[in-house]
């Protein structure tokens, strides 16, 4: 059996996989991991595979159907994002249409989160897949392969004589050592110069070596909608052992990027992957997402091990709001952390979130100060953004804060994000508003020009980073 894997065309480099999906101010594109996962898993079980990215490949939809006709799938595997499900719908029943034996399934935290509201858009669509699907899809295909039972497969939603059939959950997958490398997947279908983050170097891969969070932020949507609040691990032997692949095998690599929602939750497995990195001699920079009660001695082991960056959500500095969110966090551990990073010689890359419960007109300028005051090497600042099964979706809707269900809406003209709660006393459009005045507040202080002017002076890897970043964000800047 044939299987077509795509990530379809949107607007330009439509970020899909990014945990809010957007085209990003800083030209950031994740790599589809999750079907790349998937694609790994089929083609261990001897399906013929067509993995397609056509964000990344900036192809258009005539481009895929092109490709897909000279495939000919007999199942086609469509991902999709809440600010994109219109357009992806549309998408897949242009394929279904061109090829209309194939069966079609749509994947993704939106049709996970509504699955029977997905399949309403059109009765084109056979199937949606909730939750990890690496092993939805391999039985899916088997099942159709063998003109099996569509009851049997879990963890599907069908559509059967006019009816949504919901099958049994699929369990999560306990063993992530099972899976194949994602990166051997990359080898085989994908080109790794299409891809980039602005906090890293380049070109840059992006694995993920533990799956789910064990924290309660009420607005994060895939550990509540795709993976769990459960973190389940590789273990560091099988992580150091796909680092040494990536060094191997992509020469032009100059970064891995660790995109576990927080790596470093469970801190012991975390020091002995840096260990491993260390024994091995595996040399290459990589970065990772973290939380701010990471620890110093952690830290340092990390940059011997290579990490030059971490990724953080600080999302505000006001107590009320930070507890509003669940973040579970203070501003004392916000300031001990970046003061820690510095010790560390760890560059950082904060996130701040406006727009939550309790937020105000004073909170959002105390965020900002508080944000010039950390002086990080990079800060992102975004709004709110509520994805449907997730806790702040329920919170706006439920308080009527929510303007629209249309979420063709979830994302700018320019398909960037946007917000889309009235909380009372602070409009959607103060929101938005100190989103974009932060951002250049920010970046065009001088205090943060000479930082960086002096960063690169010595350190010249990092005017490269810098340039490159540089050239799409500096034009959002001005």
Known sequence: MKVLLLNPPFKGRFSRTSRSPAITKGGTLYYPFWMAYATGVLERNGFDTCLIDAPA???SFADVLEQAKKFQPQLIVVDTSTPSIYNDVDVAIGLKDSLNHAFLVLVGTHPSALPEETLALSDKIDAVAKGEYDYTIRDLAFCLSKEGDLSGVDGIVFRENGKFVRNKARALIENLDELP?????YKRHLDVRDYFFAASDYPMVMVITGRGCPYRCFFCVYPQTFHSRRYRLRSPANVADEFEYIVANFPEVREIGIEDDTFTANKKRAQEICELIIERKIKIKWYCNVRVNLDLETMSLMKKAGCKLVTVGFESADQNVLNEMHKGITAKQIRQFVEDAEKAGLLVHGCFMA????ETRETLEKTLKFAKELNCDTMQFYPLLVYPGTEAYEWAKKNNYLITTDFS?????????NYLLNLPGLPREEVNAFCQRATREYYLRPSYIFMKLKQMIRHPAEARR??????????HLV
């Open 466 to 475: 810098t340039f490159i970043a540089a050239r799409t964000f500096f034009r």
């Open 57 to 59: 490949m900036g192809i």
């Open 409 to 417: 809406q979830w994302s700018t003209e320019d398909i960037s994000y």
């Open 181 to 185: 490398f994602v990166s051997e997947v």
């Open 355 to 358: 727009g939550n419960p309790g």
